[in-house]
C-alpha cells in the first residue's frame, strides 16, 4: 500500500489541498469513496465534529484514516480508541501501514509502543482517564472514538462519556452502524466545543439486505442457502456450546466440495493444532465448516478469518459476538434464535444487538446483496411440517396435536423478526459515575477542583435526579480520601493530593498498588507460613480457617489434592497475590467448584452425614482462595490509606498455581476441568497473570524459584499460542514481528512457530520436573494405570512391581513442598538427550527410592512440551 504521508500536501495546507491529497490517495490504492465517506471526510477536514452512523460495511476506517491524516498536516495529535485490546492491536497495525511505524504509538495499560507519536491507539479507559488527569490542557486535538454504542453500556459507558465533557479543545470523530438518534448528542458535543456537529446517519448499505423467515429445520435451511449460493453462511448462536453443537452436527453433511476440502488440506497441513480442541476444529475445517467465538484461542480464530477470507469457509458457527472487531467476511447472517440471555434472563434482542448482528451480512467488493435469516422456533418449524405433511385431508388436519413452547420458553416469532427489521437503534443512555480513581485524578489536575469536580457531576448526559445521587457519591468519596489523608485542605482553600500518582496508576492493574504493599508481607526466606492450597494458615477445603469443617474429612481438595504443599512456598505465594488481582477466568473457577462440591459430596455420603446438613455444609465450599484471610485483612488495611482501591474488587483464586502444583500442561488442565470450549479464556488470563508478576514484582522480590515459575509460565502460553505474547514483548521491544498478510494468495496459513522449548533452559527445566512430579503424584497413589498411560513402553506391571518395592520399605509417598524441590531432582543435561533422577520422599528421609528417565530434546521441541520417557523405578 502507497504510503499516505507521502502524498500529504505541507505542513498547514488549506482544507480543499489536504481533502484532494486524501482522495487521490485513495484512489491510487484502488479505492473510490462512497458518497457518506466524501461527506464526512469534508466535514472533518472543515474542523466540523462528525457522528457517523452508517452501516457495516460503509468504509468507517477510511474516514477514521482521513481524520488521522488531516491532524497530521494541522499539526495536531489524534487519538484513535476501541473497546477491545485486541481490536485496538489490529487498528494500531493497520494504521502503522499506512503512516510508518514512527507515527503511531499505542497504550493498551500493558503495553506502551511509541507513546509519544502524532496518532495514538489505545482503549476508552486510557483516554478518560487522561481526559480526568489533564483536562482542557491535554494534548489531544482530534479522537476518534470507534464502537461508540458502547457509550451505552452500564459498566464501561463512562469512558465513552468523559473525554466528550473533559476536553472542550478536541475535535470528535464518533462512529457506530448503531447509534439510533444522536440529536441531543450532537448538540451538547457543539456547546461544548464551540464546533458544528455534522451527522452523518440513515445512509444505504452500498450492499442491500435481504430478510427471510424460514420455517424449515435448520439443517434444511442451511442445505437452501448453500445450494442457492448464499455461502458463506454465518449461523449465529447465543451460547459458544450451541456453536460447537451445530458444527459438529454439519461435520456429517457434504458442506464443501472435494476440490475445496483438498485446498483447505493443503493450507492448513503445516498449522499445528496443539489442543483437544485445535483437533476437533481441525477436523471441522477440513469439511468446510468454520467455528469461532471468544472462547477459542487467538490463533484459532485467526485461522478461521483467514480461511473465511479466501472463500474457503461455506459455514462458520459462532456466536453474537462477531459485531465486535472481528474479520469474518460473510454473505448470510443465519439467526438460531432471536432471543439470549443477558446474564440476568432471557429475554427478545433489542435492536441495536440484531442490526449489529444482521450488518455483518453482505460483503462490499464481493456479493451485489446480504441475506439475513431468522429461524424460527423448534416448536414453530415441527408444526408447519405437521400441516405441510396432513397436506388437504381435513381428517389429518384434525388429528394434528400441536407443539407448545417449553416452558420458560421466551416467544419469537416472524412479527417480532419484521419488527426488529424495521426499527431504529434505541437511543443511546447514559451511564455516567463517579469513583475514587476519577476523582483522584480531577484532583491530580490541580486548578479550581471544586468547580472541574461540580462540572464533572452536574454538566454530564444524566437527568438532573441521577445528578443528584453522583453528587452525594462524590462527596462521601472526598470525605473519605480527607480522612484517610490522601487529599487535604489548604489554608487557602486548595484541595491537592499528599501523594504522587503514576501515570495512568488506575489502569494497568488497578490493584497492583495493592499487590506491591502485599509482596512485602511474605518472607522469601521462610514463604508466607501458611499450609495447604487454600493459603488461609490452616487446613480444609474451603480456606475458612478450620479443618474438616465440611465434615468430608479431606485436606486440599479445592487445591492439589496434597497437604502442605503451600507450606513455605514463596515463589507460589507471590503469585497467588498476583492472581487476586487479576479479572476472574468464571469458567475455570466454577468447573473448580463444581469438582470440590462434588469430592465433598461424595466424602460426606461416605461418613453418613444426613442431606441437610450436607447442603448446608455444600454451600460453604468454593474454589481454592490461596492466601484468602490475609489478602483480604491487608486489602482493609491498605484502603483506610487508598480509599481509591474500594473502587475495585479483590478476587484470591488459584488458576495458575493449581496448574503448578498439579503439574500439568495446559491440555491437561483444560481436560481435567473439561473447558475446552474455553481455553482461550484460560490462556489469556495465564497471559495476563505472567504479564502482572514480570511487570508487577520487583525484581529484588524475585527469588530463583519464582524466576523460575514466571519463566515456566511464560514458555507455557507461548508454546499454546505464541501470539498472545510475542506481540506484547517485541512491541514492547520496539521489533517488528512480521505479521502474517490474510490477503497474500500465496501466503501459506501457517502461524509463526513458538521459539524452540528447550532455548529457555530455566523454562524447560521446570517442564520436565512438572513431568516427573507428575509421576510422583500418581505413584503416591498407586494409580498404575494412570502412570502406565504416561509411560506405556514402561508398562503397569512394572509400575506395579516397583510401588510394592518402595511400600515394603516405606509406608507413603510424600508430595508436599519439599518432595517438589530442585534438590531431589537431578539432571545430566546432554546435547541432544537429557537423563533425569527423581528421587521419592519418603517419610524417614532415606531418599533411597526414584524414578529414572530420559528426557528427548528434538521431540520437546517438536511437541511444544516436555516429552520425558521413564526407564526405571527403583532403589538407589
Known amino acids: 500500500m502507497p504510503s499516505l504521508l507521502d502524498a500529504a500536501p505541507p505542513a498547514g495546507a488549506d482544507a480543499d489541498t489536504v481533502y484532494l491529497a486524501f482522495v487521490e490517495w485513495a484512489e491510487s490504492t484502488g479505492i473510490r469513496l462512497y458518497p457518506a465517506q466524501d461527506e464526512a471526510v469534508i466535514e472533518i477536514i472543515s474542523g466540523n465534529n462528525l457522528i457517523l452512523s452508517t452501516p457495516t460495511g460503509t468504509g468507517k476506517s477510511l474516514v477514521a484514516v482521513g481524520a488521522h491524516f488531516a491532524a497530521i498536516n494541522a499539526g495536531v495529535r489524534s487519538y484513535y480508541t476501541a473497546p477491545i485490546k485486541a481490536l485496538v492491536s489490529e487498528k494500531f497495525f493497520a494504521l502503522v501501514d499506512v503512516f510508518g511505524a514512527e507515527n503511531v504509538g499505542m497504550i493498551t495499560g500493558d503495553s506502551s509502543v511509541n507513546a509519544d507519536a502524532p496518532i495514538i491507539c489505545c482503549t476508552a479507559e486510557i483516554l478518560a482517564n487522561l481526559a480526568l488527569r489533564q483536562g482542557a490542557d491535554a494534548e489531544v486535538g482530534r479522537v476518534v472514538m470507534d464502537e461508540f454504542h458502547f457509550y451505552g453500556d452500564p459498566d464501561r459507558g463512562w469512558a465513552w462519556q468523559v473525554p466528550l465533557l473533559e476536553l472542550p479543545q478536541a475535535q470528535f470523530i ?82 464443501a466440495t472435494r476440490e475445496q476440502r483438498d485446498e483447505i488440506a493443503a493450507l492448513i497441513a503445516e498449522f499445528r493444532f496443539t489442543t483437544a480442541f485445535g483437533k476437533t476444529l481441525s477436523r471441522f475445517l477440513r469439511a468446510g465448516i468454520g467455528v469461532h467465538h471468544a472462547g477459542m484461542l487467538p490463533k484459532y480464530r485467526r485461522l478461521v478469518e483467514q480461511l473465511a477470507q479466501r472463500g474457503l469457509l461455506r459455514v462458520i458457527c459462532g456466536t453474537d459476538t462477531l459485531g465486535v472487531g472481528i474479520n469474518v467476511p460473510i454473505r448470510t447472517v443465519l439467526l438460531t434464535a432471536l432471543t439470549k ?63 407448545k413452547a417449553p416452558d420458560g420458553f421466551v416467544s419469537w416469532g416472524e412479527p417480532s423478526f419484521r419488527k426488529l427489521i424495521d426499527a431504529v437503534p434505541e437511543t443511546l443512555t447514559s451511564h455516567m459515575q463517579i469513583t475514587s480513581a476519577m476523582m483522584l485524578n480531577v484532583i491530580a489536575r490541580g486548578g479550581d477542583v471544586f468547580a472541574n469536580m461540580r462540572a464533572l457531576v452536574y454538566d454530564n448526559h444524566e437527568p438532573r435526579k441521577r445528578q443528584r445521587e453522583l453528587a452525594l457519591r462524590a462527596i462521601g468519596i472526598y470525605r473519605t480520601l480527607r480522612e484517610s489523608g490522601v487529599v487535604e485542605k489548604t489554608p487557602d482553600g486548595d484541595i491537592r493530593l499528599t501523594v504522587d500518582l503514576q501515570p495512568n496508576f488506575a489502569l494497568n492493574q488497578p490493584l497492583s498498588p495493592f499487590a506491591l504493599a502485599a509482596f512485602e508481607l511474605l518472607d522469601p526466606s521462610t514463604g508466607s507460613g501458611t499450609q495447604g492450597t487454600t493459603g488461609s494458615g490452616t487446613q480444609g477445603t474451603t480456606g475458612s480457617g478450620t479443618q474438616g469443617t465440611t465434615g468430608s474429612g479431606t485436606q486440599g481438595t479445592t487445591g492439589s489434592g496434597t497437604q502442605g504443599v ?62 484468602d484471610e490475609l489478602l483480604t485483612a491487608a486489602f482493609e488495611v491498605f484502603s483506610t490509606a487508598q480509599p481509591w482501591i474500594r473502587d475495585f474488587e479483590l478476587h484470591p483464586k488459584s488458576v495458575v498455581r493449581d496448574m503448578y502444583e498439579r503439574a500439568m500442561s495446559f491440555g491437561e488442565y483444560v481436560a481435567y476441568y473439561k473447558i475446552a470450549r474455553s481455553e482461550g479464556v484460560v490462556l489469556r488470563y495465564l497471559s495476563d497473570a505472567y504479564r502482572a508478576a514480570s511487570q508487577t514484582i520487583p525484581e529484588e522480590l524475585k527469588d530463583e524459584d519464582l524466576r523460575d515459575l514466571i519463566e515456566w509460565l511464560g514458555e507455557l502460553v507461548r508454546q499454546v499460542d505464541s501470539s498472545l505474547l510475542d506481540e506484547w514483548e517485541e512491541l514492547i521491544a520496539g521489533v517488528d514481528n512480521g505479521r502474517f498478510d490474510p490477503h497474500a494468495p500465496d501466503e501459506p496459513i501457517v502461524p509463526p512457530a513458538p521459539k524452540r522449548l528447550t532455548s529457555n533452559l530455566r523454562a524447560f527445566r521446570i517442564l520436565v520436573r512438572n513431568e516427573l512430579f507428575r509421576r510422583v503424584q500418581l505413584a503416591a497413589r498407586e494409580d498404575v494405570d494412570a502412570l502406565a498411560e504416561l509411560d506405556p513402553a514402561f508398562g503397569a506391571d512394572a509400575w506395579s512391581d516397583a510401588l510394592d518395592g518402595y511400600f515394603a520399605d516405606h509406608d507413603e509417598i510424600l508430595t508436599g513442598a519439599d518432595a517438589r524441590s530442585s534438590k531431589l531432582l537431578i539432571l545430566t543435561e546432554g546435547p541432544t538427550a537429557w537423563t533425569a533422577r527423581q528421587i521419592f520422599d519418603d517419610p524417614a528421609g532415606d531418599h533411597d527410592w526414584g524414578i529414572s528417565a530420559t528426557v528427548d530434546l528434538a521431540a520437546s521441541d517438536e511437541a511444544g512440551q516436555a516429552v520425558v520417557t521413564v526407564t526405571g523405578v527403583d532403589r538407589l
Open 174 to 255: 464518533l462512529m457506530s452502524a448503531t447509534l439510533g438518534d444522536v440529536t441531543e448528542l450532537a448538540a451538547d458535543l457543539t456547546r461544548r466545543t464551540g464546533r458544528e456537529t455534522a451527522t452523518v446517519t440513515g445512509v444505504e448499505r452500498p450492499v442491500p439486505l435481504h430478510y427471510f423467515y424460514e420455517t424449515t429445520p435448520i439443517h434444511e435451511t442451511i442445505d437452501d442457502l448453500l445450494s442457492t449460493g448464499q455461502a458463506p453462511v454465518y449461523v449465529v448462536h447465543f451460547s459458544q456450546a450451541a456453536a460447537m453443537e451445530r458444527a459438529q452436527a454439519l461435520s456429517s453433511t457434504k458442506v
Open 341 to 403: 440471555f443477558d446474564g440476568t434472563r432471557m429475554r427478545q434482542l433489542n435492536a441495536r444487538e440484531f442490526h449489529q448482528i444482521a450488518g455483518r451480512a453482505g460483503r462490499a467488493g464481493y456479493d451485489t446483496a446480504g441475506t439475513v435469516v431468522a429461524q424460527a422456533p423448534e416448536h414453530e418449524s415441527e408444526n408447519v411440517a405437521a400441516v405441510k405433511k396432513a397436506g388437504d385431508d381435513p381428517k389429518k388436519k384434525r388429528k394434528i396435536v400441536r407443539k
Open 566 to 627: 503451600g507450606t513455605g512456598s514463596y515463589a507460589l505465594d507471590m503469585i497467588s497475590i498476583v492472581e487476586s488481582t487479576l479479572d476472574d477466568p468464571r469458567a475455570v473457577l466454577s468447573q473448580q467448584e463444581f469438582l470440590a462440591r462434588g469430592e465433598a459430596v461424595a466424602a460426606m455420603k461416605s461418613e453418613g452425614i444426613e442431606y441437610d446438613e450436607r447442603m448446608e455444609l455444600l454451600e460453604q465450599i468454593t474454589y481454592p482462595k490461596p492466601l
